[in-house]
Nanobody, 117 residues
């Protein structure tokens, strides 16, 4: 099993910054892709940023240029640096890890990010 523990959410004013962290532990064998998703009530969970095992990052247009994903493979930790936050970024943010060899994937418990206008 793999456990993901997120931290760093909170309340911030529009234009501000936050950094989320996600530490993975457990049976992590081989390379993995890690990413961040977010969800608001009544909507589907959407990808915010993804980082491949080789470090390639992917972002949707809605956050490109404002959010940066990074990972520390030695610590099995992934970060999401969020700048120029907007009220529409308000959501619960979830960390995701997908093991390449087994294609099993895991979710964190979620952390609330609230951006006030």
């Amino acid at each position: 099993q793999v456990q993901l523990v997120e931290s760093g959410g909170g309340l911030v004013q529009a234009g501000g910054s936050l950094t989320l962290s996600c530490a993975a532990s457990g049976s992590i064998f081989g390379p993995s892709n890690m990413g961040w998703y977010r969800q608001t009530p009544g909507k589907q969970r959407e990808l915010v940023a993804a980082a491949s095992s080789g470090g390639t990052a992917t972002y949707p247009d809605s956050v490109k240029g404002r959010f940066t994903i990074s990972r520390d493979n030695a610590k099995n930790t992934v970060y999401l640096h969020m700048n120029s936050l907007k009220p529409e970024d308000t959501a619960v943010y979830y960390c995701n890890l997908r093991l390449i060899y087994t294609q099993n994937y895991y979710w964190g418990q979620g952390t609330q990010v609230t951006v006030s206008s």
